[in-house]
Nanobody, 122 residues
Framework: QVQLVESGGGLVQAGGSLSLTCAAS????????MGWFRQAPGKKREFVAS??????YFAESVKGRFTISRDNAKDTVVLQMNSLKPDDAAVYYC?????????????????WGQGTQVTVSS
């Protein structure tokens, strides 16, 4: 299985931007469908964005503000978050799924990173 490590979280003011990076290792990265999820305290983990090779998918709550991209040569996937809102605050997780079929379901991703905290001040 692929190992995933997220980085780039931190504290940002509302309206600001952050870029999260997920670095993968241990397997052929290009074979994986990649996703970003988030989990706020007391809430369920929820889908944020995902990417196959070039096709991208977004939750309605982040559409138009977040972008997702991948670099198969560097084995990385980046979540660029703009116009951040206090509701975006959460631990953000990178996830990988071996099948290149889009899904927003948490239990259909087999590999997860440890998460990175994003805090948005109002």
């Amino acid at each position: 299985q692929v190992q995933l490590v997220e980085s780039g979280g931190g504290l940002v003011q509302a309206g600001g931007s952050l870029s999260l990076t997920c670095a993968a290792s241990g397997h052929t990265f290009s074979r994986y469908f990649m996703g970003w999820f988030r989990q706020a305290p007391g809430k369920k983990r929820e889908f944020v964005a995902s990417i196959a090779w070039t096709s991208t998918y977004f939750a309605e709550s982040v559409k138009g503000r977040f972008t997702i991209s991948r670099d198969n040569a560097k084995d990385t996937v980046v979540l660029q978050m703009n116009s951040l809102k206090p509701d975006d605050a959460a631990v953000y997780y990178c996830a990988a799924r071996l099948r290149l079929v889009p899904t927003t379901k948490v239990n259909e991703y087999g590999c997860w990173g440890q998460g990175t905290q994003v805090t948005v001040s109002s």
